[in-house]
């Protein structure tokens, strides 16, 4: 099984960028669609986006396209969100997760959860 650790959240401006880190353990990790999820207080678990990890291939949702940018390093086994252009609407929890569906983009379709990171953007 896999295990997953988020880091990188934390306060910033309106405007600003913040790089989310997702660190792996576990050999089969490579097997895996990972996918980043946020959740504001009061509201649904939001799905952002995902990374196959032994192609590559990246899927957004529309609300975050073109200003979140995923990412991975297997050499170093961790997923990234870059954010830019960030807003004091995408203030929330983040979330990495792993699916073994390829096209993954709903919660039940991760099994494996990180503990989360706060992000919160000021305006």
């Known amino acids: 099984q896999v295990q997953l650790v988020e880091s990188g959240g934390g306060l910033v401006q309106a405007g600003g960028s913040l790089r989310l880190s997702c660190a792996a353990s576990g050999r089969t990790v490579s097997r895996y669609t990972m996918g980043w999820f946020r959740q504001a207080p009061g509201k649904e678990r939001e799905f952002l986006a995902h990374?196959?990890?032994?192609?590559?291939?990246?899927y957004y949702a529309d609300s975050v396209k073109g200003r979140f940018t995923i990412s991975r390093d297997s050499a170093k086994n961790t997923v990234y969100l870059q954010m830019n252009t960030l807003k004091p609407e995408d203030t929330a929890i983040y979330y990495c997760?792993?699916?073994?569906?390829?096209?993954?983009?709903?919660?039940?379709?991760?099994?494996?959860w990180g503990q989360g990171t706060q992000v919160t953007v000021s305006s």
């Open positions: 990374i196959r990890w032994s192609a590559g291939n990246t």
């Open positions: 997760a792993a699916a073994s569906f390829p096209r993954a983009t709903t919660t039940n379709e991760y099994h494996t």
